[in-house]
T-cell receptor, first 115, second 113 residues
Framework: NAGVTQTPKFQVLKTGQSMTLQCAQD?????MYWYRQDPGMGLRLIYY???????DKGEVPNGYNVSRLNKREFSLRLESAAPSQTSVYFC??????????????FGNGTRLTVT | AQSVTQLDSQVPVFEEAPVELRCNYS??????LFWYVQYPNQGLQLLLK??????LVKGINGFEAEFNKSQTSFHLRKPSVHISDTAEYFC???????????FGTGTRLQVFP
């Protein structure tokens, strides 16, 4: 059982380049999330998808776009990468959009460096 | 607005010693509280959670946490740590009437032999 799978694991981009981070879950979860993790700042929510067909902004959405391709897949796109987007990106999923009874399941992260 | 503070960025401890990782929160309404653990090169996983009821919550791997409403704290404890407990630990808070989950900045627990 793979859980939440993120690709790629590592990526280096030049300023202005674009890329898409892929995420897929095989737990039949309804809700999916993208977080970024920066030293001394914990995890911050970029975008989420409460259910298939919906997406919403989180705390730090600027510079990103998302697509909920189907129930399994939720991608994050950087249209024009900036050094401030250097971070570790985590995809997560939960059975329902109810954090009290639906714990988050995280992928292993994508380490992105923008030069 | 809700917020969560983990005052200790790093906690070094010897194997088999007890440990406490501190978490304080700020909120004007009832909250739900969580501890997540992140092992090296992995994503986070839920360690334990407090929703209501008993203020002492037991989680996986021998960890427990106590909700203290008067001190707005939710400290994580383990009576005897193992090398394998070396990880980063995140406290998180969610207000009962919102869909926001706010993470603290994390505490890196380093267990030495």
């Amino acid at each position: 059982n793979a859980g939440v799978t993120q690709t790629p694991k590592f990526q280096v981009l030049k300023t202005g380049q674009s890329m898409t981070l892929q995420c897929a879950q095989d737990m039949n979860h309804n809700s999916m999330y993208w977080y970024r993790q920066d030293p001394g700042m914990g995890l911050r929510l970029i975008y989420y998808s409460a259910s298939e067909g919906t997406t919403d902004k989180g705390e730090v959405p600027n510079g990103y776009n998302v697509s909920r391709l189907n129930k399994r897949e939720f991608s994050l796109r950087l249209e024009s990468a900036a050094p401030s987007q250097t971070s570790v990106y985590f995809c997560a999923s939960s059975e329902r959009f109810d954090r009290t009874n639906s714990p988050l399941h995280f992928g292993n992260g994508t380490r992105l460096t923008v030069t | 607005a809700q917020s969560v503070t983990q005052l200790d960025s790093q906690v070094p401890v010897f194997e088999e010693a007890p440990v406490e990782l501190r978490c304080n929160y700020s909120s004007s309404v009832s909250v739900y509280l969580f501890w997540y653990v992140q092992y090296p090169n992995q994503g986070l996983q839920l360690l334990l959670k407090y929703l209501s009821g008993s203020t002492l919550v037991k989680g996986i791997n021998g960890f427990e946490a106590e909700f203290n409403k008067s001190q707005t704290s939710f400290h994580l404890r383990k009576p005897s740590v193992h090398i394998s407990d070396t990880a980063e630990y995140f406290c998180a808070v969610s207000e009962w009437n919102t869909d926001k989950l706010i993470f603290g900045t994390g505490t890196r627990l380093q267990v030495f032999p």
